[in-house]
């Protein structure tokens, strides 16, 4: 019985071409494959809190000190079977986090946040200034702190003149190659766009809106070697590899588990599901 495969399918009528539907196209990112980067661990980095109440003690007596208080943190994106993958880092087995965090009271915007960025990512006892080596991009969302609570919205509320914290999310373009370590008590995760879309209840609405805010971009995904091999529109719409691997969450160092490329298929929450601020 003779076989018909998937590309004489494909290839049989030929595509109905629209007009042009380029104009005011949006900004081109080019990721790189997972396969490009190096994962490790260094020393643990404890939580600064044992508990929300005293994460929210901490947030109170900052802001009569200093006022509103400033937090940073990155959406670092590559691909993996040619879908974009966010790094976020799993603390204590029980929620999802993008890399950074507050910035000190005197500490100027960008500078203070690659500083955090290497305190959670870049290899211990590096010999010479990582903070050249972020490329720090769009911002792309704010979140808003009206009260000592753990609740964060992506508005300002009309009667809240006084915010207690401004979240900003920053792009965070990734080079060819880099390495990357994560504390011994944290886990480095690669996690797929669709494992986010539409999963608040899971995710949390900070993390399961990242879909959303990438949408505003046009992706390149490279090889290897460095050449584009797709471009959105056309992706593979089942989002498998060459061997049909389906993508999905790896982790990539820390938790015990190394620097290798498990699966994770725990069920995790984000900080403002466990009531963290």
């Known amino acids: 019985m003779s076989t018909i495969t998937t590309t004489a399918l494909q290839t049989s009528y030929p595509p109905i071409l629209p007009k042009s539907f380029s104009a005011n196209q949006p900004k081109t990112i080019r990721l790189y494959p997972l396969s490009n980067y190096t994962f490790g661990t260094k020393d643990t980095q404890p939580e600064e809190d044992p508990s929300v109440i005293a994460r929210l003690k901490r947030l109170e007596e ?31 087995n029980a929620f999802f986090k993008l890399p950074g965090d507050y910035l000190p009271a005197s500490a100027e915007e960008i500078s203070g946040f690659k500083s955090r960025l290497n305190e959670r ?18 911002t792309l969302a704010q979140w808003w702190r009206p009260n000592f609570e753990t609740f964060m919205y992506p508005f300002l509320p009309g009667h809240v003149t006084r915010p207690k914290e401004c979240k900003k999310l920053y792009l965070i373009q990734l080079p060819r190659k880099k390495v990357l370590s994560v504390p011994k008590n944290m886990k480095l995760l690669a996690v797929p766009l669709f494992e986010l879309y539409d999963n ?25 070697e460095g050449n584009v091999v797709a471009v959105t529109p056309g992706e593979d719409p089942d989002v498998k ?27 995790v929450n984000t900080e403002e599901q466990n009531g963290a601020p």
């Open 200 to 224: 608040t209840a899971r995710y949390g609405p900070q993390l399961s809106a990242i879909p959303h805010l990438l949408s505003r971009y046009r992706f390149e995904f490279v090889d290897e």
């Open 121 to 138: 990512l870049a290899p211990q006892n590096t010999s010479t200034d990582p903070n050249s080596d972020w490329e720090i991009g769009d």
């Open 62 to 92: 900052h802001y009569e000190q200093h006022g509103m208080r400033r937090t940073c943190e990155g959406i670092l994106v590559c691909h993996e079977h040619n879908h974009p993958h966010v790094l976020m880092l799993q603390i204590a």
């Open 241 to 267: 590899g060459e061997n049909g691997e389906e993508a999905k969450i790896k982790v990539l160092a820390g938790g015990g588990g190394g620097g290798g490329g498990g699966d994770a298929n725990m069920d």
